[in-house]
């Protein structure tokens, strides 16, 4: 039986998470050979794509069908096509897409690990999953999600430089994600943490998330808000992760 080995570089990334991720995206497109890439946008409804350079590629985009990213859908001038609707329903073809980018998309929805299972099998052998989300295990997902006021998350995100809210099911942390790759035969290849939306919630929020973390004596930790991801699909369906 093949065996993959699962390597990751738990540390603070080299460069912003966009940039990580399409320097990852170009590293993917050398190893091709010129072979154009297909992408899947998902999460298309907010942030932005891939920085890909003269890279040949097509774009797909998918999200939930809510005005607000509705509108963010329609104005992108980097994709090819998109749906959008119920992310357990809307057209995906298995095996056809190189690269999943998915920011910000996972911790925002109901039924998340059947909709990740569908992006999962969407994506070729080989291909790369870069996923960046909020951690709900961690003293701001905690605030975030459970604290009735959320009012300095919520002023913040009016800004329109931040995530839409988040529903934080199971599978949303950074515990959740690695057993998902485990259960599913994926390898997590590099591994970042980021307190970069805790920096920008606001004083209040901030101290918060500090009394979270000091309560919990360290079981929500307080120095980190998102996890970045670079995890990889095996090229054998049948390679396990040790």
């Known amino acids: 039986m093949a065996t993959l080995r699962s390597v990751t570089d738990l540390c ?8 990580l991720f399409s ?8 190893a091709q050979r010129g072979r154009p890439l297909r992408i899947l946008e998902a999460g ?11 890279v040949e590629r097509h774009v797909t985009g998918v999200d939930l069908d809510v005005p607000a990213l509705r509108a963010h859908t329609e104005a992108r001038t980097d994709l090819d096509a998109f749906h959008l609707g119920d992310l357990r329903t809307v057209p995906l073809p298995p095996r056809a897409f190189d690269i999943v980018h998915a920011p ?21 052998p080989g291909g790369l999953l870069l996923v960046t989300l909020r951690d709900r295990g961690t003293a701001f ?19 329109g430089d931040e995530p839409p809210p988040a529903v934080y099911e199971p599978v949303t942390s950074r515990a959740g994600m690695h ?30 998330c500090r009394l979270v973390a000091a309560c919990s004596r360290g079981r929500l ?3 980190h808000s998102e996890v970045t991801l670079v995890i990889r699909k095996p090229e054998n369906r049948f390679a396990r992760v040790i």
Do not use: N
Not at 141 to 159: A, E, M, Q
């Open 141 to 159: 997902g905690f605030v975030d999600r459970l604290l009735p006021s959320r009012g300095p998350l919520r002023r913040r995100r009016r800004g």
């Open 44 to 54: 298309c409804g907010w942030g932005g794509g891939l920085d890909l350079g003269d």
């Open 23 to 30: 320097a990852r995206a170009r590293q993917y497109a050398h």
């Open 179 to 208: 057993w998902y790759c485990m259960m599913r035969g994926l390898a997590i290849a590099e591994e970042y943490l980021s307190d970069r939306l805790l920096a920008g919630a606001g004083r209040g929020t901030a101290t918060m």
């Open 12 to 19: 603070t990334p080299p460069v912003s998470d966009g940039d």
């Open 221 to 223: 930790p307080g120095t």
């Open 104 to 124: 910000f998309l996972i911790e925002r929805l109901p039924h998340a690990e059947l909709v990740l299972d569908r992006i999962v099998a969407a994506l070729k």
